[in-house]
C-alpha cells in the first residue's frame, strides 16, 4: 500500500500540490510539508507549484474583478461586507494589503476581485502578490516540515504510519473544507 501510495505522489504529487493551493491553500502547504519531511516530495518544486497553483487562483479572480467586480461584490451580502472590509484595508495600506491577506484565511477571493476592480496596476500587483506568495508558502510549507518532523519523533522511522497520519491530515481538512464551502454558501 506504501509503494502504491510513493507511486502515486511520484507521479502526481506535484499536480495535486497545485491544485491543492488553487483550491484552498494553507491546508495543502501544511500536508505537502509533512510530505516533504517524509521524502515523498522534493522541496523546491514543491514550493513553485504551490506558489504557481495560488497564483493562477488570484489572477482568475484579479481579471475576474477588472471585468465585472464591483457589481459581484456589491451584489449579495456576504461580498457586500467583506468589499467593505478589505476595501478599507486597501485603502490604508494600498498594495501592502496583499501581505496582510495573505495571511487572513478564508480571504482570498474579495481582495483580489477588490484589486482588479479598483484598478490596481498589474505588473505591480503581479510582483507583490509573487513576493506575498513566497513568503507564505514558505512559512506554511516549513510548519507541515515540523509537524513531520514530530511524526517521527512519535512514530519513529515507519512509513506506514505516516501514511495513516497524512491521510487521516487530509481527510480531515478536506472536511474543514467542505464544511467551510458549505457554510458559506448557506450562509450567502
Known amino acids: 500500500m506504501i509503494e502504491n501510495f510513493e507511486q502515486l505522489l511520484n507521479s502526481y504529487g506535484y499536480l495535486a500540490v497545485f491544485v491543492g493551493t488553487f483550491l484552498e491553500g494553507e491546508f495543502a502547504l501544511l500536508v505537502a510539508g509533512f510530505f516533504i519531511k517524509h521524502g515523498f516530495l522534493e522541496p523546491l518544486p514543491t514550493l513553485i507549484f504551490s506558489i504557481l497553483g495560488a497564483l493562477v487562483h ?15 461584490l456589491l451584489g449579495n ?8 472590509k478589505m476595501k ?14 495573505r495571511f487572513m484565511y478564508g480571504m482570498r477571493v474579495v481582495p483580489m476581485m477588490l484589486m482588479g476592480a479598483s484598478g490596481f496596476n498589474f505588473y505591480k500587483f503581479l510582483f ?8 507564505w508558502a514558505v512559512l506554511f510549507l516549513y510548519i507541515g516540515y515540523l509537524f513531520g518532523h514530530v511524526a517521527t519523533m512519535l512514530f519513529g522511522e515507519a ?24 457554510y458559506k454558501k448557506i450562509k450567502a
Open 128 to 135: 507583490f502578490n509573487i513576493l506575498s506568495l513566497i513568503i
Open 159 to 182: 512509513k506506514h504510519y505516516f501514511f495513516i497520519v497524512g491521510m487521516v491530515v487530509a481527510v480531515i481538512g478536506l472536511l474543514i473544507y467542505l464544511i467551510s464551502f458549505s
Open 77 to 84: 451580502k456576504y461580498t457586500k461586507r467583506k468589499y467593505r
Open 58 to 72: 488570484e489572477l482568475i479572480y484579479f481579471f475576474l474583478g477588472r471585468w465585472k467586480g464591483r457589481h459581484f
Open 88 to 101: 478599507s484595508l486597501i485603502q490604508k495600506y494600498g498594495i501592502f494589503s496583499l501581505f496582510i491577506i
